[in-house]
């Protein structure tokens, strides 16, 4: 969820300084036409972390656009008479008219997340207050507001430095108190709660924009972008029927960083030193399929990877260690007649492995937000609803107990054409090239841009992505094999736990 | 939830087979089609009560269409094989592709219910798995399939004398168990929890058909129709962008009943025996309104009526019974700019009152799915939402506390005119009828459809549709007021509990 706001996104003041004056003047113009035009009200919501800029992005929101236009509500506490009424009444009540912008800092997520995470709630209150808040903005789109959910996160550590930091200058101690410590404490507990919230109430109608904090610039022209684009869109867009998903901007791309740059791809492990591992691991491995609690769950591992990534190698140094009555590798290639005849996830569901089996997906349900999407073989609306439909897969095996892993193998474009020449002049291996593979490489891109939005809309702390750089084979067949010796220890434990 | 299918609905032996053939002959001809085009897979759910005609409606599909076409899963309890898998698993693997028609006698709504029923799971399990139902009957939707849920339904005194006459019967006493009283026993309860599961899952891309089980004539033909229809609309519908929402068939009236019909609208009440009666309730709702429980909580009614059918009279005995300051009356017309600008339910959630008051609709949200729905002022779209909307509104009232009643006041088509002309010859009451009036006494078939829809789909245990003959005012105000009276009683009552 929270992988693409962590990996140090930055603008430097010259950009900054160079887009700001374009951006302003464009936001000015779509709040004119808004104001002029009472389509549509514009609902913000401005959450996340603590010092992750939600004040301060407030603050330029009332500043960049018209402020007699914008109501700005900062919603703390429950006052005595809000008491008095149901739980989303006081938001009910300060709603914008058409025409106008309202901006909640403190929103109907609020409360719901704070009780969680302080365990004054259950999870299954909190999934039911998030049902609640995906019909009620269903609702409010179907009456055409335009909804737009911001998120600002901070990584573990760029929170504690922060915190340190102030603490250590004079003038800025005072900012620190006792209770910033305290809600340090709570990192792990809110990263994860809200990482959950923000799953399940990540609608067509109202996504979720998740924005690194930590660079005040970075974050600023990401809020201001995406305002100003969706604001467009939705201006420009003929008043289609009421019940269309509106269209609503992609994460803008404001710095060069994304988070298979961010993978150090060259990491590297010597042969015998991967012969050593390889042998422990599998070892480990064998012994792990055949604890008396490994009949207890079964384990499905999805592959995927640019091509010539090393997928087929990795799945083979596991399989290796198995016993093959336990395992079953499933290749995926273009649907069949017969898995065309139904919906696309169906032929993924019909694997799923049964108590004491693990199942190894050669390609996966992912081709959906990968390679259909790249290739235009579905429309938008269908890969994008697929992450939900994704999610909802996943969740219904974990929550089944099945140990469920994705993998992603990460070769750089040098590489790939290296493996591919190399194959091309290899006699035994020149069957593994093909015109597609070259044609795919034209798109590599595209494909990056489409593996970025999949991590961040289907990793989940309960189905968490493994990126594995796999410039060098021997790192990453060891990364993925201790990865699913891991992932297997932690379900025989909850086994236990049951 | 179930009001329209205790009504008693009948067709005759004439009528069923005199509309036999041809129903057949046209439901063959849509499946030839389905089968020839293969552009979209049948979903069909039969479910409902004991002795609803389940098993008969299968054999009867199975009989009228062509069964090489259709694959018939009555789902009993998972079978090892399946409790290895997740739950959603064995419905799955056994989807029809597209052509065919699927037919699932016990479906994924089974169990979720049963298990409430018998207490083995608490009602935010079985909310859960109902939104999970929503999502997953979403996504065949949106993959293309047509989806049907019909449930047959028997009121309690029915099912009573149903087990009772079969029992008598030597040649059909075999056919009662121990089990089948049992069952009755939970009839109840049963009928609570499958209205909520109902009530959850009755979406747009899959409405539920609530079907009068008790004779075999009216329920067969009432199947056979609605399955033809959704068939039709499907097949000759432009295949258009996959995320609109697919037009369903409206239940069909096969006889010449509904709920309104069902009222005895002349029931009188004495002018001595009202007075008397008069007195008592509106002392008894005075003191009640001074209980001090009643700081905690609040009361929303909802009024509701054919024009002139005297809804105003009967708020005034409820307002000249109660403290002034308590109670407040809100009078709804048509609506102001300022309200255009908002969301339609935005009027009245302003008004929802605090603790320890009244707040009293004289026409309410409903209008959306009334007057709005009739005249065409929204969009079929629009109001086919907003029952799931308005649903959803009052839950949140009713769970925060607050008592919501809600009343429809029924007048004949022949006392409406009456009053009519009396108003029009009776200076004082000349500005209460209006050219719209007339013009309203037009639609009054399409007004009775609305209201019948309206009382199926939004009544439900936690906030039910009071139905008031209004013939007479004097019966009528009694029952609105007694009404109120045990509604404010109950609400007292959870106060005590909590």
Redesign the interface.
């Known amino acids: 969820m929270f992988e693409s706001a962590e990996i140090g996104h930055k603008v430097d003041r010259e950009t900054y300084e160079k887009e700001l004056p374009a951006l302003r003047e464009a936001l000015l113009d779509a709040q004119d036409e808004l104001v002029r035009k ?1 389509g549509f ?1 514009v609902v913000i919501i401005i959450s996340g972390v603590d010092g992750g800029g939600r004040r301060e992005s407030v603050h330029l929101l009332n500043e960049w656009l018209d402020p007699r236009h914008i109501e700005t509500h900062g919603m703390g506490e429950p006052t005595d ?1 809000e008491h ?6 006081r938001f ?2 300060v ?1 914008p ?3 106008k912008i309202g901006i909640f800092q403190g929103s109907w997520y609020s409360l719901p997340i704070l009780d969680r995470v302080y365990g004054k709630c259950r999870n ?2 909190l ?2 207050a998030m ?2 808040n995906v ?2 903005e269903k ?2 789109s ?2 055409g ?1 335009l909804i737009l959910k911001f998120w600002f996160h901070l990584s573990k550590p760029f929170q504690k430095s922060r915190l340190k930091s102030l603490e250590k200058d004079a003038n800025t101690r005072w900012r620190v108190t006792k209770r910033d410590w305290e809600h340090f404490g709570l990192y792990d507990k809110f990263r994860k709660t809200s990482a959950e919230a923000l799953r399940l109430t990540s609608s067509a109608q109202a996504p979720w924009y998740i924005i690194e904090g930590s660079d005040e610039r970075y974050r600023s022209l990401m809020l201001g972008k995406i305002v100003l684009e969706a604001l467009r869109l939705r201006l420009s867009s003929e008043h289609g ?5 509106p269209s609503l901007p992609r994460l803008p791309r404001v710095d060069n960083l994304h988070i298979l740059k961010s993978l150090d791809l060259n990491q590297k492990l010597a042969r015998t030193e991967y012969e050593k591992k390889l042998e422990a691991y599998q070892g480990r491995l064998n012994v792990l399929t055949r604890d008396p609690r490994f009949g207890s769950i ?1 384990v499905v591992a999805a592959f995927e990877g640019n091509d010539a990534a090393g997928k087929g190698g990795s799945i083979r140094r596991i399989t290796s260690a198995l016993d093959a009555r336990m395992v079953q590798v499933i290749p995926t290639a273009a649907p069949s007649d ?1 898995e065309k ?6 032929r993924f ?2 694997q ?1 492995p ?2 004491g089996r693990l199942a190894i997906f050669d390609r996966s349900w992912y081709g959906r937000v990968l390679v259909e999407r790249v290739e235009g073989y579905c ?1 938008e ?2 890969w994008l ?1 697929a992450y ?2 994704i999610n ?1 897969f996943e969740a ?2 974990a ?2 107990g ?1 140990v469920v892993l994705k993998f992603w193998l990460s070769i750089s474009a040098d590489e790939q054409l290296k493996r591919f020449q190399m194959r091309e002049q290899t006699g035994f291996k020149h069957y593994k090239i093909t015109d597609e593979d070259w044609r795919n490489r034209e798109r590599w891109t595209d494909y990056e841009q489409a593996v970025c939005d999949m991590v961040d809309r289907t990793s989940s702390d309960l189905v968490p992505w493994t990126l594995v750089p796999a410039n060098d084979k021997y790192h990453a067949r060891i990364q993925v094999i201790k990865t699913l010796c891991e992932g297997i220890e932690a379900g025989l434990k909850r086994v236990r736990k049951r």
């Open positions: 009472r009200q008479e008095d009424r149901p739980p989303m009444w009910w009540r709603l008219p058409r025409g299954v209150d999934e039911e049902e609640g019909r009620f609702m409010l179907d009456e507001a029927p009421s019940h269309s998903i079964s017969e005849a139904q919906p696309y996830l169906w569901w019909r799923i049964r108590r429309s609306y269908d609803r939900n439909e909802e219904q095996l929550h089944h099945i």
